[in-house]
């Protein structure tokens, strides 16, 4: 087998490493039970686990789907015996509600080495359990699309 597999340098039309994570509800409860927030601030940094707070404390399918987006978009770096910090990937929720991702240190030059200039996530979570898809992006970004003003667009 090929030792890593990286985005073909023409961009890469087709290619993904696609990554998936799932986390159990009771593991993560358990170890907030035993050992409170602070075991979590060591995976999660100050404004992700805002993200996860309500008034009655830190959400738990909340925080279970950070974790699972973290390990999503690690799988989607393809290395081999290699353990990242967790918060060198950066999982925040965007105005809009989904969920964005932000690669710092080794995350982020284990990424440019693979040809990779930002991964997307999606996640999901029900009782039990919680679950993230990561697939990574190639290339520039694009531009967000502008819808033009009334003004613009009257005849
Ligand atoms: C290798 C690793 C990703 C497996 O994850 P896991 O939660 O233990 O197990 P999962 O059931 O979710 O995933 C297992 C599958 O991951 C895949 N996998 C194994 N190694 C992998 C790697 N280096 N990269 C991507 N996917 C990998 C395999 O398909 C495996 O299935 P298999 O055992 O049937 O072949 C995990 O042990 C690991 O090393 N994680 C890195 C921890 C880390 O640094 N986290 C920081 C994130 S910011």
Redesign the pocket.
């Known amino acids: 087998m090929p030792a890593r597999p990286t985005a073909p340098p023409a961009g890469g039309l087709g290619w993904a490493?696609l990554?998936?994570?799932?986390v159990s509800v009771t593991r993560v409860r358990r170890l907030l039970t035993e050992h409170g927030e602070e075991f979590f601030g060591r995976?999660l940094d100050a404004g992700e686990l805002d993200d996860c707070r309500t008034s009655a404390g830190l959400d738990l399918l909340g925080l279970c789907g950070r974790i699972a987006a973290?390990?999503a978009?690690?799988?989607?770096?393809?290395?081999?015996?290699?353990?990242?910090?967790?918060?060198?990937?950066v999982v925040r929720r965007a105005d809009g509600g989904w969920p964005v991702v932000r690669l710092r240190r080794r995350?982020a030059e284990y990424a440019a080495q693979a040809g990779i200039t930002e991964i997307t996530v999606s996640i999901s979570h029900d009782v039990d359990y919680a679950v993230a898809v990561a697939a990574p992006i190639l290339g520039d970004p694009v531009p967000p699309l502008t819808h033009p003003s009334p003004e613009q667009s009257a005849p």
């Open positions: 490493n990554g998936m994570d799932i995976m973290k390990e978009a690690f799988k989607t770096l393809r290395v081999r015996h290699v353990l990242l910090p967790w918060r060198d990937i995350a």
